[in-house]
């Protein structure tokens, strides 16, 4: 089993700029593509960004390259998000999912074996 623990989400300020963290524990000794996904409310889960097991390729949803951008700790096991010039649409709940014994990076949700419960962000205009 894998643990997912989303941080970083908060009420912030239209412009401005936001770090999440997704740290994964458990039994994270195979390898797996890390991403991340949103939800605003009243609509449905889309993917935001995904990053691969060595962290050399990444995969942004078209609407969200240029503000976002992924990452993972050379030790693999947190990954982050982070967005800048935040703006109201940005408000959603920012969830974190990884796929065990993957090398790629996967756009489809049910790609992903483990997901976090979720951080909330909310962006004031």
């Known amino acids: 089993q894998v643990q997912l623990v989303e941080s970083g989400g908060g009420l912030v300020q239209a412009g401005d700029s936001l770090r999440l963290s997704c740290a994964a524990s458990g039994r994270t000794d195979n390898t797996y593509p890390m991403a991340w996904f949103r939800q605003a409310p009243g609509k449905e889960r889309e993917f935001v960004a995904a990053i691969n097991w060595s962290g050399s390729n990444t995969y942004y949803a078209d609407s969200m390259k240029g503000r976002f951008t992924i990452s993972r700790t050379t030790h693999k096991n947190t990954a982050y998000l982070q967005i800048s010039t935040l703006k109201s649409e940005d408000t959603a709940v920012y969830y974190c999912?990884?796929?065990?014994?993957?090398?790629?990076?996967?756009?489809?949700?049910?790609?992903?074996?483990?997901w976090g419960q979720g951080t909330q962000v909310t962006v004031s205009s």
């Open positions: 999912a990884l796929a065990p014994g993957r090398l790629g990076a996967y756009r489809e949700p049910n790609e992903y074996t483990y």
